[in-house]
């Protein structure tokens, strides 16, 4: 929905696995570690994922790319801002609307794997490992692992209203069988709006959004060792001569390629038995006071709290790895609480051809975020892959938890002369605590011009030139999107260590494993933009020429040491 709505935009897909996620940057990558993912702002509210939001919830989009316009959106805008408007309940006679799809995936694949004979031969060129003759093709890989995927979709929404209260309420399924055997995906989703007017001075909003999805066989595609390329790519180095069960253990996967290291595709599958389960509930309050036909006070408090359980199982019998591990499973689950309060003041006014608006307002997010890990080994049977039937709980099991906060101001003031001459600036204060005191307050500023000659008097007998606009926009834009820990040194138990010559005895000691830095601050994005807006014979046909220069300081960057130093990670 977002490719080709405007240009800057590139939007790609990592991977070909059911439910898997876009990845969107607005003008490149302006960051090496911090995140270069545009901010999302959902109905005003700021977020990094719409993954919980159906596409059918969606009433407009609109794409923030220079500073001066993206800006008020302070600290997490350097990246720019996809301004999400979701639907509303309308005055009128109550709607129901239902959007089925259904669809087929297929793999186009060319790739002709060699046959048995054709394998030998190479073998016996190779001259490492020695094949039995007369071996014949048994299994068919591709067979194997392929199907025909599925997509489905169904979407149900209903609307009403009046005067003084309308509401909307939609709800819906997801659901994706991959490719690749053993791979899904799959989403419930439900949403909410409520919009009342109390008073002819006083509007009250209510939504909720609730998602719950879950992707079953995440990671197919990545492998080790020989079998770097993971599933798929064993589905072409495989050989054809082998079957796919052992002879003489029949619950275990075939090992026995006469001295050739691979592993096949469905023991690379069995070894990513992996489910990764999430759900989500976003609720937002608002209140929205009309003081003067031209002051308005909006104050609104937001709830977003998330959860997830990944899980993974190693069977101890059907596949090498988990018999030389003896099984395995772990279990991870992490929790996040984001609490957001906005309250803003809104003055338009105009006198004859001048308008003003203007803006001020204040925004405090906080986030609490917690995980839990745990892994064990040693299973006596595939049967219960849980761990409690788990003989072995390891060592590097492990519980964390973090706290953020950001504190915001901001303020905007636009003029409009007779609708052709624009002037915007803004200016926002943003105070996280990712860094420590004397760098954790930034101060982001922007302008821009804008000047509409389609509206000048000596454009007027220009008919088929509906609109011209000639604009250039400079801004200061800030990005704090690092681990919420970068600044802390990281201490790692389960050291021993013994103090003196011919002490023997050994005590509990930890270690830094990981150096932090109180100096890090903002990451800084200077951003120069000109451009020049068309629009011919009634806007049927736009175009838009645009110039931008972007810079980025004090980038937030980990830097490589040497490991003699003793730590895991980069500072």
């Given amino acids: 929905a977002i490719q080709g709505k405007a240009a800057g935009i590139t939007v790609s897909q990592p991977n070909g696995a059911p439910g898997a996620g876009t990845t969107i940057r607005v003008r490149g990558?302006?960051?090496?570690?911090?995140?270069?993912?545009?901010?999302?702002?959902?109905?005003?509210?700021p977020m990094t994922d719409i993954q919980f939001l159906s596409a059918d919830d969606i009433e407009?989009?609109?794409?923030?790319?220079?500073?001066?316009?993206?800006?008020?959106?302070?600290?997490?805008?350097?990246?720019g801002v996809i301004l999400i408007t979701t639907k509303q309940g309308k005055n009128g006679v109550a709607k129901v609307a239902l959007n089925a799809h259904y669809s087929f995936n297929v793999v186009r694949d060319n790739q002709t794997p060699l046959n048995a004979k054709e394998y030998k031969d190479l073998m016996d060129e190779i001259g490492l490992v020695k094949l039995p003759d007369n071996l014949t093709d048994v299994t068919d890989w591709k067979d194997e692992v392929y199907r025909t995927g599925a997509v489905q979709d169904y979407q149900l929404s209903i609307t009403n209203g009046n005067d003084k209260l309308r509401y909307f309420i939609s709800g819906g399924y997801t659901g994706e069988t991959g490719v690749i055997k053993a791979s899904s995906f799959r989403r419930y989703n439900f949403r909410a709006a409520v919009e009342n007017d109390i008073k002819p001075w006083l509007r009250l909003n209510a939504s909720v959004a609730y998602s719950d999805y879950q992707w079953n066989g995440t990671g197919i595609i990545s492998g080790t060792g020989s079998n770097r390329g993971g599933v798929i790519t064993s589905i072409i180095n495989t050989p054809t001569y082998a079957p796919v069960w052992d002879a003489e253990n029949p619950s275990r996967y075939n090992t026995n390629f006469y001295g050739v290291n691979i592993t096949s595709p469905l023991e690379n599958i069995e070894r990513t038995n992996n489910k990764s389960a999430h759900n989500r509930i976003i609720a937002t309050g608002k209140a929205i006071f009309k003081i003067l036909p031209t002051l308005k006070y909006t104050s609104s408090l937001t709830l977003d709290r998330g959860q997830g359980v990944i899980t993974a199982f190693l069977d101890p019998d059907k596949t090498l790895e988990g018999r030389n591990q003896f099984g395995t499973a772990s279990d991870a689950r992490d929790f996040n609480s984001l609490l957001i309060f906005d309250n803003v003041l809104n003055w338009n006014q105009k006198f004859g051809r001048h308008g003003f608006d203007g803006m001020v307002g204040t925004s405090w997010t906080g986030s609490k975020w917690s995980k839990n890990e745990i892994s064990g080994s040693h299973f006596a049977t595939g049967d219960f892959p849980t761990l409690n039937a788990a003989n072995k709980i390891n060592q590097g099991s492990y519980s964390r938890r973090s706290e953020w906060a950001i504190m915001s101001y901001f303020a905007r003031l636009q003029y409009n002369y007779n609708d052709t001459y624009l002037l915007t600036a803004n200016l926002r204060a943003d105070g996280s605590s990712m860094f420590a005191k004397g760098n954790r307050w930034g101060v982001f500023p922007s302008v821009s011009l804008g000047w509409r000659f389609s509206n000048e008097k000596f454009m007027r007998n220009v008919k088929w030139l509906s609109n011209g606009k000639f604009r250039v926009g400079w801004g200061l834009l800030g990005n704090n999107r690092i681990d919420v820990l970068s600044r802390y040194t990281y201490l790692t138990s389960g050291f021993n260590y013994s103090y003196g010559l011919g002490n023997e005895t050994m005590w509990e000691g930890s270690t830094a494993t990981v150096l932090g830095n109180n100096d890090i601050k903002w990451e800084k994005s200077r951003n120069l933009n000109i451009g020049v807006d068309l629009g011919f014979f009634n806007n049927r046909l736009t175009a838009t020429i645009e110039y931008y220069n972007r810079l980025t300081t004090d980038m937030l960057l980990r830097v490589p040491t040497v490991s003699s130093a003793g730590l895991n990670s980069s500072p």
């Fill in 29 to 45: 990558t302006t960051s090496l570690n911090a995140s270069n993912s545009p901010l999302y702002v959902v109905d005003g509210v």
């Fill in 60 to 79: 407009s989009l609109q794409i923030l790319k220079d500073a001066s316009s993206a800006a008020i959106y302070g600290s997490r805008a350097a990246n």
